[in-house]
């Protein structure tokens, strides 16, 4: 079995335990496999696994790849910054983008799928320590961003994505974690297509399944460092 195999294998298997800790689930919580600056080979052993869901953070890298791949059917998840020059190739190619930040985003990628039978699901990026590098919208301007993307008709609007900055504590990023639940959970009570908490990386992984994300996004504890 090769290591990348292995190391699905474990992180599966680490994502029952922690949900069956703290009362959760395990069925209701997602494996990504990030796969930005891996090679098709990699993702390949990922599939030897059982790995399904993808995702990619740059736009020509991940079409290549889902071209690539085509004959697998395999779930894929654009989680880059994107630029509205770019959102086209989200719209054709991916089932998925966690990074919607604007109205205007979302009208571009609703018109550029209308050509596709099935809806684009997407996830608003939320930043909650208003983060000037990071490009997620602050928590003030999520209602009026939700009902936005509701009413278009080929955008699935299914929740919100974040990345909580480094803490050093422990306490501290579960709380980050926490206050992002809370306001995914408030979503849900709004909109029923609204299932989905996208948090949580190799790093912080269990704060993120603890506080109640519903989709991990695993990149280095899966396919080693990126150079
Ligand atoms: C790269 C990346 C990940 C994966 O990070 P790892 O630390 O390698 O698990 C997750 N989410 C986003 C948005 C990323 O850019």
């Known amino acids: 079995m090769s290591m990348i195999q292995k190391n699905v294998q474990n992180i599966r298997q680490k994502i029952i335990t922690i949900a069956l800790r703290c009362g959760r689930d395990p069925n209701k919580i997602t494996l990504l496999a990030v796969s930005k600056k891996k090679t098709i080979k990699d993702i390949k052993q990922a599939v030897d696994a059982g790995q399904l869901c993808f995702a990619e953070n ?7 790849k889902i071209k690539l791949l085509s004959n697998l059917s395999l779930i894929w998840h654009f989680i880059g910054s994107l630029q509205s020059n770019k ?9 998925w983008c966690h990074t919607v930040n604007s109205v205007s985003l979302a009208n ?3 018109f550029q799928r209308s050509s596709m039978s099935n809806k684009l699901n997407v996830l608003i990026q939320i930043n909650i320590s208003n983060e000037v590098q990071k490009s997620g919208i602050s928590l003030d301007e999520l209602p009026f961003l939700a009902e936005a993307i509701n009413v278009l ?3 699935a609007l299914r929740g919100v994505m974040a990345i909580p900055p480094l803490y050093k504590s422990y306490d501290a990023k579960l709380l980050a974690h926490r206050k992002i639940a809370e306001v995914f959970q408030q979503l849900t009570h ?3 297509s609204v299932d989905t908490l996208s948090l949580g990386m190799s790093n ?5 399944i603890i506080a109640g994300s519903t989709m991990v996004r695993v990149g280095t504890a899966i396919f080693g460092r990126r150079v």
């Open 108 to 110: 571009r990628l609703n």
């Open 58 to 64: 740059y736009i020509q890298e991940g079409v290549e």
């Open 87 to 95: 959102s086209r190739f989200v719209a054709k190619y991916f089932d």
């Open 153 to 155: 008709p080929f955008l």
């Open 204 to 208: 912080d992984m269990d704060a993120a």
């Open 190 to 192: 709004m909109y029923p």
